[in-house]
């Protein structure tokens, strides 16, 4: 079955500590991005990546990174400089760059103690 | 700026039907997007509308009016199932942009 896939579920880390957080996908989209949720909020885009290579910031890009080095796999580092890093972060791909429809994985849950 | 308003809650009961409306203010606009998701769970998409009119799907359809800046989401015969967010999203220069989400709780 093709999707994505997040990894961890749940992840715990300690102030000052980096984290990187999974995605894979198996669907063949040329696109990915990664969202942050808050409670209560809407997604916010922090960067996407619009092929293999490539990626450019969104909204709230500070304090994170990622790279594509392969057109399946999308993975986004929580850097130490990112002041709120607690959050629900969601993985997503589509087809192609500013299409309607994207898949989204099940998301890894991000708590700084 | 770019802004989605959508109501930030809405209560039914089970059979009914809700409307949850979405007004829009952005730069460039290709279409209006509608997802759901379960608590805790990933969003998934519901539907898609491009141009002016109501594109159905089952018990879902979705509105847009461009010239009003304007869509809702139209759920019928709920079912309990059905309790969960719902998020517009635009479509325009550059990536999706989500609304803050309207959380649908369906009573017994």
């Known amino acids: 079955d093709g999707g994505i896939t997040q990894s961890p579920k749940y992840l715990f880390r300690k102030e000052g500590q980096n984290v990187t957080l999974s995605c894979e996908q198996n669907l063949n989209h040329d696109a990915m991005y990664w969202y942050r949720q808050d409670p209560g909020q809407g997604l916010r885009l922090i960067y996407y990546s619009q092929i293999v290579n490539d990626f450019q910031k969104g909204d709230i890009a500070e304090g994170y990174s990622v790279s594509r080095e392969k057109k399946e796999s999308f993975p986004l580092t929580v850097t130490s400089a990112q002041k709120n890093p607690t959050a629900f972060y969601l993985c997503a791909s589509s087809l192609v760059l500013d299409y309607n429809e994207q898949f989204f994985g099940p998301g890894t849950r991000l708590t700084v103690l | ?108």
Request: proline share 3%; aromatic share 12%; with cysteine.
């Open chain 2, 1 to 108: 700026g770019q802004s989605l308003e959508q109501p930030s809650e809405v209560t039914a009961v089970e059979g009914a039907i809700v409307q949850i409306n979405c007004t829009y203010q952005t730069s460039g606009f290709y279409g209006l997007s509608w997802y759901q998701q379960h608590d805790g769970g990933a969003p998934t998409f519901l539907s898609y509308n491009g141009l002016d009119g109501l594109e159905e799907t089952g018990r879902f359809s979705s509105f847009l009016s461009r010239s009003d800046s304007y869509g809702y989401l139209l759920l019928q015969e709920l079912q309990m199932k059905d309790s969960a967010s719902y998020f517009c999203a635009v479509l325009g220069q550059g990536n999706l942009i989500f609304g803050k989400g309207t959380k649908l709780s369906v009573k017994p």
